[in-house]
């Protein structure tokens, strides 16, 4: 099996595209409007749980199930949202938290 990472699902997510004629609809605004609606539908699994019973929302197996696929498309238009606009994911998400531990230090003392 293949070690997995960000360029090897995003030429994936390429690939199964354009072997579709999809390529032409995957404009930013599409998918961000496909980023979404796939994470409203995370949400609504979410949505009436208490706090508790949402923390073990990975318990039952068909929840577990919806909660990993729409994980994984919300992840998947993100991905092809970055590809787009030759955004690299993981260096904005490290540029981020670097400016978010400038703008939130740690607090001093108890």
Same mark, same amino acid.
Request: charged share 30%; proline share 6%.
């Given at each position: 099996?293949?070690?997995?990472?960000?360029?090897?699902?995003?030429?994936?997510?390429?690939?199964?595209?354009?072997? $579709? &004629?999809?390529?032409?609809?995957?404009t930013p605004k599409n998918l961000v409007a496909a980023l979404s609606v796939e994470a409203s539908e995370l949400?609504?699994?979410?949505?009436?749980?208490?706090?508790?019973?949402?923390? $073990?929302?990975?318990?039952?197996?068909?929840?577990?199930?919806?909660?990993?696929?729409? %994980?994984?498309? %919300?992840?998947?238009?993100?991905?092809?949202?970055?590809?787009?606009?030759?955004?690299?994911?993981?260096?904005?998400?490290?540029?981020?938290?670097?400016? &978010?531990? $400038?703008?939130?230090?740690?607090?001093?003392?108890?």
């Amino acid at each position: 099996m293949t070690e997995l990472d960000v360029a090897t699902l995003q030429r994936r997510l390429a690939e199964f595209a354009a072997a $579709r &004629n999809w390529q032409p609809y995957h404009t930013p605004k599409n998918l961000v409007a496909a980023l979404s609606v796939e994470a409203s539908e995370l949400v609504e699994i979410f949505q009436w749980l208490t706090p508790e019973e949402s923390a $073990r929302v990975m318990d039952d197996a068909d929840t577990a199930h919806r909660v990993t696929d729409e %994980v994984a498309d %919300v992840l998947a238009y993100l991905l092809q949202l970055c590809d787009v606009l030759d955004i690299d994911p993981l260096a904005a998400l490290d540029a981020k938290i670097d400016r &978010n531990e $400038r703008r939130f230090p740690v607090p001093d003392g108890p």
